[in-house]
Structures are given as structure tokens and as C-alpha cells.
């Protein structure tokens, strides 16, 4: 742990401390993807992950500092929060990684703290990769052309093949802002450059299972992870079912909680959500949870690799909201 890490670490206790002499009724909702290893590159990664000692460390602060609860406790957890008792805080995990059941589980378990995985059950069968998945790999392996990438400007890929700093976010955004017939053959490019998903994408319909065992909450991330605020009314309907049964029965638990993809959702998406049963659901907007915030349109904070910093971060979002 650097000085710095240590710092911020300490500095985050104490904010934490002072905020809960506030009545307010606030909480914070994190959103995760990949934890474990060595940890990611913010600059060159879509979803660089959170190193297995960070995870630990953040684990152990929220458990020391923050009432820690599943997500679908949240909003309940907020509303009956009184004067000097800790914040409620949810750790969500998003897509069906297999870092979910290697390292983020073990690390719960050890922590003795809940999560809950919004999952999409696309890969309950066998392995399934998507483009930015297949994306990342290809610019690593340098598996692509700078020119081959069709939709997308070249000099963006040839950046991001040079490893130059963001520029891999840039390609990602020109893929997602295609229309579908497009984006698909952008990803066929992709998936043809890489190959066939490998046994390591992806959770089985067994490891979902271990999940569930384990006393971990399970929610809903779409079966195509498409960008919902796009789709046609059709679409958007059919998102919130299709795949949604077959991992139910997966779970053996309803399917009430829903994370949209990409963590974008608009006023409509949250209407057809309620209309097709789900009681909430979470965005990736950066803010904290209140007892005003929308069921259906609950914001999540996402963690930074640094365990001093990810406390900091979640520690001045709620010692400001309890200052208002």
C-alpha cells in the first residue's frame, strides 16, 4: 500500500466518521466489473479490473465504516437510516465474468459481506464473448489492421494498437454509437480476428448456481446488453424478457432487480422496467442513493483501482449529500 493509497484511506474514515452525525438519508450503490490479479490499466482497458488486494482492502472498509447490503435492500436501507448509524452501501457486479466465482466470490466470503451479480445468462450454456471483449483482445494481440475495423476511423485503431493512452475508449464509443447492422459487422470483423470465445468466457449455468449457494443476490442484465434508450418499443420489450426465465430457472429466485447495459436508461426504459415487473433498477449515473431517487432509475458509483481512493471517492459523495 503506497503512502498515498494510506492517505486517502485515512482520509476517507474520517470524512465517514463526521457525516454520520447527519440525519440525512443517503447511501451509495458501487458498481464493479472485473476484481482479482495484479488489476487493470484505466488508460488502455474498457473494464480494467480491480486487483484482488484493492478489492480486499475496499471489502474490509465498507464492512468497518458502512452498513453494507444487497442491492435490493438499498433503498429501504436509506429511508429508515437514523442519526449516527453507518451509510448503507451495495456492491453490484455487472456481466457474467468468470472473475464473479474465482476471485470476487472468495473475497465476499472472506469479507463476510453480501453482493449482488446482475447477470445476463448469455453464456449459461457454454463460453460468449461480446465486441468489446473481442475488441480488447484484438488490440492486445495486435490482431487487427488499422484500416480493418470497418465504421471506425483508423487513425483511432492505429492509436489504440500503439497502446496510446484513452484511445481504446474512443474506438469502443465509435462501435456503441453505430446502428446494429453496422455494430454487427464491426463485431463479425472482430470475432473473426480472434476467434471462437475460449472455455474461460463466461459463467455456466453451475457457477450461477454457487452464486445463489452462497447468499449472494442474483438481478437481471439483459440477455444482448444492448443500449436500451436506442432500441424501438419492440426491442426495449423484448430485452426485458428474452433470457430473463431461462436464468431464473438457473437461480431458482424471481428476477426482480435489473442493471441496465452499458448503465444507460432514460424516463421510457424505466417505464417499460416497472411495466415488465422489475422493482429496481440501476444505472451507472454517478451519484448517491436517497429516499427522492427513482426505484427504477438508482444511480451507481463506480470504484476506483485504488482502495484509498475508491474510500474517498464513496466517502465525500455521502459526507456531501448528508451536508446539503
Same mark, same amino acid.
Given at each position: 500500500m503506497s %503512502?498515498r493509497d494510506?492517505?486517502?484511506?485515512?482520509q476517507?474514515?474520517?470524512l465517514?466518521?463526521?457525516?454520520?452525525?447527519s440525519?440525512?438519508?443517503v !447511501?451509495v450503490? &458501487?458498481?464493479?466489473?472485473?476484481?482479482?490479479g495484479?488489476?487493470?490499466?484505466?488508460?488502455?482497458? +474498457?473494464? #480494467?479490473a480491480?486487483?484482488g488486494?484493492? =478489492?480486499?482492502?475496499?471489502?474490509?472498509h465498507?464492512?468497518r465504516?458502512?452498513?453494507?447490503?444487497?442491492?435490493g435492500?438499498?433503498l429501504?436501507?436509506?429511508r429508515?437510516r437514523? &442519526?449516527g448509524e453507518? $451509510?448503507? %452501501?451495495? +456492491?453490484?457486479?455487472d456481466?457474467?465474468l468468470?472473475?464473479h466465482?474465482?476471485?470476487a466470490?472468495? @473475497?465476499?466470503l /472472506? @469479507?463476510?459481506?453480501?453482493?449482488? =451479480? =446482475?447477470?445476463?445468462?448469455?453464456?449459461?450454456?457454454?463460453?460468449?464473448? $461480446?465486441?468489446w471483449?473481442?475488441?480488447? &483482445?484484438?488490440?492486445?494481440?495486435?490482431?487487427?489492421e488499422?484500416h480493418s475495423?470497418p465504421? %471506425?476511423?483508423?487513425?483511432?485503431?492505429?492509436?489504440?494498437?500503439?497502446r496510446?493512452?484513452k484511445?481504446?475508449?474512443?474506438v469502443?464509443?465509435?462501435?456503441?454509437g453505430l446502428?446494429?447492422?453496422?455494430?454487427?459487422e464491426?463485431?463479425? %470483423?472482430l470475432r473473426?480476428a480472434?476467434?471462437?470465445a475460449?472455455?474461460e468466457?463466461?459463467?455456466?449455468?453451475?457457477d450461477?448456481?454457487?452464486l445463489?449457494a452462497?447468499?449472494q443476490?442474483?438481478g437481471?442484465h439483459?440477455?444482448r446488453?444492448?443500449a436500451?434508450? /436506442?432500441l424501438?418499443?419492440? @426491442? &426495449?420489450?423484448?430485452?426485458?424478457?428474452?433470457g430473463?426465465?431461462?436464468?431464473a430457472?438457473?437461480? !431458482?429466485?424471481?428476477?426482480d432487480? +435489473?442493471?441496465?447495459?452499458?448503465g444507460?436508461a432514460?424516463?421510457?426504459?424505466a417505464?417499460v422496467?416497472?411495466?415488465?415487473g =422489475?422493482?429496481?433498477g $440501476?444505472?451507472?449515473?454517478?451519484?448517491?442513493?436517497? #429516499?427522492?431517487t427513482d *426505484?427504477?432509475l +438508482? *444511480?451507481?458509483? *463506480?470504484?476506483?483501482?485504488?482502495? !484509498?481512493?475508491?474510500?474517498?471517492r464513496?466517502?465525500?459523495?455521502?459526507?456531501?449529500?448528508a451536508?446539503q
Amino acid at each position: 500500500m503506497s %503512502v498515498r493509497d494510506a492517505a486517502w484511506m485515512m482520509q476517507a474514515g474520517v470524512l465517514c466518521r463526521r457525516a454520520r452525525r447527519s440525519a440525512e438519508q443517503v !447511501g451509495v450503490a &458501487l458498481v464493479y466489473h472485473r476484481v482479482g490479479g495484479e488489476g487493470g490499466d484505466a488508460t488502455r482497458e +474498457i473494464l #480494467p479490473a480491480v486487483s484482488g488486494t484493492a =478489492f480486499a482492502r475496499q471489502l474490509r472498509h465498507f464492512r468497518r465504516h458502512y452498513r453494507v447490503v444487497p442491492a435490493g435492500e438499498l433503498l429501504e436501507a436509506v429511508r429508515t437510516r437514523r &442519526l449516527g448509524e453507518p $451509510f448503507p %452501501v451495495s +456492491i453490484t457486479f455487472d456481466d457474467d465474468l468468470t472473475s464473479h466465482m474465482l476471485n470476487a466470490l472468495p @473475497a465476499l466470503l /472472506a @469479507a463476510a459481506v453480501p453482493a449482488t =451479480f =446482475f447477470l445476463g445468462g448469455w453464456s449459461l450454456r457454454g463460453p460468449h464473448s $461480446f465486441w468489446w471483449q473481442d475488441l480488447q &483482445l484484438a488490440l492486445d494481440e495486435g490482431l487487427v489492421e488499422p484500416h480493418s475495423l470497418p465504421h %471506425v476511423a483508423e487513425a483511432d485503431v492505429r492509436a489504440a494498437l500503439e497502446r496510446a493512452p484513452k484511445a481504446i475508449f474512443r474506438v469502443a464509443a465509435a462501435i456503441e454509437g453505430l446502428d446494429r447492422q453496422q455494430r454487427e459487422e464491426t463485431a463479425g %470483423v472482430l470475432r473473426a480476428a480472434v476467434g471462437e470465445a475460449g472455455p474461460e468466457n463466461g459463467l455456466r449455468a453451475a457457477d450461477v448456481q454457487s452464486l445463489v449457494a452462497s447468499g449472494q443476490e442474483v438481478g437481471f442484465h439483459t440477455l444482448r446488453h444492448d443500449a436500451l434508450p /436506442a432500441l424501438s418499443d419492440d @426491442a &426495449l420489450a423484448a430485452a426485458m424478457h428474452d433470457g430473463r426465465d431461462e436464468l431464473a430457472a438457473v437461480t !431458482g429466485t424471481r428476477l426482480d432487480l +435489473i442493471s441496465y447495459p452499458h448503465g444507460k436508461a432514460d424516463a421510457r426504459v424505466a417505464q417499460v422496467a416497472r411495466g415488465t415487473g =422489475f422493482t429496481l433498477g $440501476f444505472t451507472t449515473r454517478r451519484s448517491t442513493v436517497t #429516499p427522492k431517487t427513482d *426505484p427504477l432509475l +438508482i *444511480p451507481r458509483i *463506480p470504484p476506483a483501482l485504488a482502495a !484509498g481512493k475508491t474510500a474517498l471517492r464513496i466517502a465525500q459523495a455521502v459526507a456531501s449529500s448528508a451536508a446539503q
